[in-house]
């Protein structure tokens, strides 16, 4: 997008600029380590994106969603047009059970929503059917990214997840295990609960007590993994 500013101070412009391509180099780069998730029509402020990543860190490393939150309201204050940075924001309240405010925040990017990348417009569709309880479109909005990036491992996860929560183990199961490698490389340990579930739904307890204690080797400090070791552990005694 063209980069405006007065004429009295070009320095702004050139340095508005400068950020703009900052961000579409690092942007790129990011999208070419992890897939699909960086896929932008406009490249963010680079100072923006630096703080969508320290947020994202929170937020995926450590599911720490409320620590998370100030980081993403920061790049969208800095890039108002920075509408990934907006949907995670918006994923952090719901995953906090503030719905009123992820609300709003899908409504803001409603108004953009003809600047949208068909990834972006993918995930956005997905929010607005997480905010209405539509697992069936949760599932489908997701399959289309997956299928648009085979490599990224978020749209796996989340079609695993989704199908889990309308009991179809048999479609979660090979979503998690694609996705399984990836979310664990990014410390998400939802992962592990995810594939538990879709292995007790088809009553695979041997799997599921296999995949529970994986996950406390990989993240010995979550306690929810106990909890699912000993749910585990009833069937087979």
């Known amino acids: 997008d063209p980069v405006a500013g007065p004429a009295s101070d070009p320095m702004r412009?050139?340095?508005?600029?400068?950020?703009?391509?900052?961000?579409?180099?690092?942007?790129t780069g990011q999208h070419d380590r992890e897939g699909g998730g960086a896929t932008v029509l406009k490249a963010p402020m680079y100072s923006a994106y630096r703080e969508f990543l320290e947020g994202r860190e929170r937020f995926q490393r450590h599911q720490d969603y409320r620590g998370a939150i100030p980081y993403f309201e920061r790049a969208v204050a800095l890039d108002s047009s920075f509408k990934m940075a907006m949907q995670f924001l918006a994923v952090?309240?719901?995953?906090?059970?503030?719905?009123?405010?992820a609300d709003s925040l899908v409504r803001r990017v409603d108004a953009m929503?003809?600047?949208?990348?068909?990834?972006?417009?993918?995930?956005?569709?997905?929010?607005?059917?997480?905010?209405?309880?539509?697992?069936?479109?949760?599932?489908?909005?997701q399959q289309a990214i997956a299928?648009?990036?085979?490599?990224?491992?978020?749209?796996?996860y989340l079609i695993g997840l989704h199908s889990v929560?309308?009991?179809?183990?048999?479609?979660?199961?090979?979503?998690?295990?694609?996705?399984?490698?990836?979310?664990?490389?990014?410390?998400?340990?939802?992962?592990?609960?995810?594939?538990?579930?879709?292995?007790?739904?088809?009553?695979?307890?041997?799997?599921?007590?296999?995949?529970?204690?994986?996950?406390?080797?990989?993240?010995?400090?979550?306690?929810?993994?106990?909890?699912r070791a000993l749910r585990a552990h009833a069937p087979l005694r």
């Open 113 to 141: 929503r003809d600047r949208l990348a068909p990834t972006e417009r993918d995930m956005h569709e997905w929010l607005r059917a997480v905010l209405r309880g539509d697992w069936d479109e949760t599932v489908r909005r």
């Open 92 to 101: 952090a309240h719901v995953n906090l059970g503030q719905y009123a405010a």
């Open 13 to 27: 412009v050139i340095d508005a600029l400068r950020e703009r391509v900052v961000g579409a180099v690092v942007v």
């Open 165 to 227: 929560r309308r009991l179809r183990p048999d479609v979660a199961l090979p979503a998690l295990l694609a996705s399984d490698s990836g979310m664990t490389a990014r410390g998400w340990a939802p992962q592990i609960g995810a594939l538990a579930d879709a292995y007790h739904q088809l009553g695979r307890h041997e799997d599921e007590l296999a995949t529970v204690a994986r996950g406390r080797r990989l993240f010995p400090t979550n306690r929810t993994l106990l909890a």
């Open 147 to 156: 299928a648009r990036d085979p490599q990224y491992p978020l749209p796996h």
